[in-house]
């Protein structure tokens, strides 16, 4: 199980790659998005992917066994998937108003903080 | 059938005894801006109280720091473990002389800012929520400082990051959304890089409190069979902080977007947000993977150089005030970056005063910025002149802190230099000496320049000289933060020693242990 999920993170990275490559920005986006999910799936399978099994330690051990799941990752990915949602939430609402407002979504025509043709500082006094 | 209750001992898993009333001083600084900003939030419409009760808390708050701060320098580190469990089982807030000389230098760079606000900040911007998401900013970056879980640090992170979004945008520009949007994806690309880090952290260490993996690191070490992969860990680490850091070659978010905000708020971005970044990178692999970063310190060193000479060579380049002091920003990070490259205690030490002097520097100098271009009406270096008249004391301090950020003596921007060029002549890097010292004279360049067109020249002809003078809500930040620059720059023993004993903390953090693990509990 454990393999199988490797490979789909894999997956999830190389995407998330490939796409944050892209000058556009929805697909930026959706990059960030792929990347978060990847991340959250990785810290998910790193703490073992078992059914049914109680992460109770026994009396006369002192930590878990490798026959349940670690809840600890878990609890990480919790606080994980509320923070890059509500950033994706933000990153959406930005993407848009930044359409409406520079008429672009190419980041190669934003230009406006940083023109291209900006003066050079007097060489004289 | 009521069964009879077995007596459980708490003492095993949880903290029986009351905390001492100093312990409370460690998370106070965060909890009372979470307050103060939540607070803020629900008075959303009635704008007038705002900046009463947010200076108020920050005033509050450096007063909490420098007793923080008194307190760990006077009985060494003090931690507090969240919801009584004991480390490493609970979260665990430690505050060291690194992080509390940190958190109250930025604490009064926060102030600072606030008070310059006061004219700087319109109604709308009250109304959205400009000292809400100031005060936000500062309970992830106090925090950030103060906490002695490394996923916690995270949580921190995104705290502040979240809170300077909502800053970076208020005036809803479109200048100001382009530049949000290269910010808001680039850093948040650093900070999943930075869980993800965290996450194989875990997996190595079996656990995220600080003192529990300087107390593991050793150990790990010498397991040759299947040794745990430290040194990728090093070096995901050392990639997501200089990402947070702007250090070259991922450093191209902070000239595309600093210089959009509103002027304080650059101010408390140039001055605060990098030094987190530097702060997580020296904490980290100054004190729990050690030997790691010796391992890649020529790759760190050799970004210091590049982040240094480029970040002096756009400083040099630009017209716009605004952009010059964010390239000024990612100078100093080169200087900090090569302390850590170096890693010896003079470097360290030399690397921790140089975060603190920038912090108040260029929170100083973004202010001074846009103090000039509120008295001229432009930012850009062509059109200003003519300064020196309207502004005489103004002018004063603004040439104080430009010497100061170019690290020319008596002022506080001196010391550290020296210490980096010592430390690095020590190991004979003499190539890092050489750029410390060229990017030092290419700032003054820089620095020198604003100076002789902006406040020496006369105004140029048509200049606006009808836009209201500097009155006390820009001399008394300004002015209490080049006394600060004056004071570390001709009295510094103080500090010198407060760096000394903070970098000593980091390489030996035996003291930071046992705060955290008073018995010495086995792990």
């Known amino acids: 199980m454990e393999i199988l999920f490797t490979g789909l993170i894999g997956l999830f990275f190389a995407a998330a790659v490939y796409l944050m490559l892209s000058k556009f920005t929805i697909r930026i986006l959706l990059g960030i998005v792929l990347l978060g999910n990847g991340v959250n799936l990785l810290l998910f399978t790193a703490g073992r992917i078992t059914r049914e099994v109680p992460p109770i330690i026994p009396a006369d051990a ?45 980041t190669d025509e934003m230009l406006l903080a940083e023109p291209r043709d900006e003066p050079l500082p007097p060489t004289g006094y | 059938m009521a069964s009879p209750s077995t007596p459980v001992d708490l003492a095993a898993a949880m903290v029986t005894t009351v905390p001492a009333l100093a312990d409370w001083l460690v998370i106070l600084p965060t909890a009372l801006m979470i307050l103060a900003g939540a607070a803020l939030m629900m008075i959303r419409k009635s704008v007038r109280l705002h900046a009463v009760i947010a200076i108020a808390a920050l005033v509050l708050l450096v007063l909490i720091d420098a007793l923080l701060l008194w307190q760990v320098s006077s009985s060494g580190p003090v931690t507090m473990t969240m919801g009584g469990w004991l480390p490493p089982f609970g979260i665990s807030f430690t505050a060291d002389m690194f992080g509390a000389v940190m958190a109250l230098v930025s604490a009064l760079a926060a102030l600072s800012a606030a008070v310059y606000s006061l004219r700087d900040i319109d109604a709308s911007g009250l109304r959205h929520g400009f000292f809400a998401f100031l005060l936000l900013l500062m309970a992830g970056v106090s925090g950030a400082f103060l906490t002695g879980d490394i996923f916690n640090l995270y949580v921190w992170f995104e705290v502040l990051l979240i809170s300077s979004f909502g800053l970076l945008i208020l005036g809803s520009e479109p200048k100001q959304i382009e530049g949000a949007l290269k910010y808001a994806i680039l850093n948040l690309i650093g900070t999943t890089l930075f869980l993800i880090t965290v996450g194989y952290l875990y997996a190595i260490f079996g656990t995220l409190n600080m003192a529990d993996i300087a107390r593991k690191a050793g150990a790990l070490r010498g397991v040759t069979e299947n040794a745990p992969p430290l040194m990728t860990l090093t070096a995901l680490f050392v990639l997501a902080f200089c990402m947070k850091a702007a250090a070259f070659p991922v450093n191209f978010w902070l000239p595309a977007s600093y210089h959009t905000p509103r002027i304080t708020v650059s101010a408390l971005f140039g001055g605060l947000l990098t030094k987190v970044g530097i702060y997580a990178l020296i904490r980290v692999t100054i004190m729990l993977v050690p030997v790691e970063r ?83 009406g432009t930012f850009e270096l062509s059109r200003l002149g003519g300064l020196w008249s309207r502004a005489p004391w103004f002018s004063f301090a603004s040439l104080t802190l430009m010497l100061a950020a170019a690290g020319l003596p008596p002022l506080s921007g001196l010391w550290p230099k020296v210490m980096l060029l010592k430390a690095s002549l020590d190991i004979g890097a003499w190539w890092l000496a050489i750029a410390i010292l060229v990017s030092a004279f290419l700032v003054t360049l820089a620095l020198a320049r604003v100076f002789l067109l902006a406040f020496w020249r006369p105004a140029p002809e048509g200049m606006d000289q009808s836009l209201p003078e500097t009155d006390w809500r820009s001399v008394l930040p300004i002015g209490l933060l080049s006394a600060l620059v004056l004071v570390f720059g001709v009295y510094p023993e103080p500090l010198l020693a407060l760096g000394q004993a903070a970098a000593d903390g980091l390489a030996d953090p035996s003291a930071y242990i046992r705060s955290v693990f008073p018995t010495g509990a086995a792990p």
Not at chain 1, 75 to 82: G, K, Q
Not at chain 2, 310 to 326: F, I, P, S
Not at chain 2, 328 to 355: D, E, K
């Open chain 1, 62 to 106: 002192s930590t878990l066994g490798s026959v349940a799941a670690n809840p600890l990752p878990q609890a990480l990915i919790l606080t994980a998937i509320v923070i890059s949602f509500s950033f994706f939430a933000f990153l959406l609402v930005l993407t848009w108003r930044a359409f409406e407002e520079l008429g672009t979504d190419s």
């Open chain 2, 294 to 376: 010796e391992a890649i310190s020529l790759v760190v060193a050799a970004s210091a150089v590049l982040t240094m000479i480029l970040g002096a060579l756009g400083a040099l380049a630009q017209n716009d005030l605004r952009r010059m002091v964010g390239y000024v920003v990612i100078v100093g990070i080169g200087n900090m970056l090569a302390g850590v490259a170096i890693g010896s205690p003079t470097s360290v030490s030399g690397a921790i005063l140089y975060a603190l002097h920038s912090i108040v520097t260029m929170t100083a100098l973004y202010l001074v910025v846009g103090e000039a271009g509120r008295l001229a």
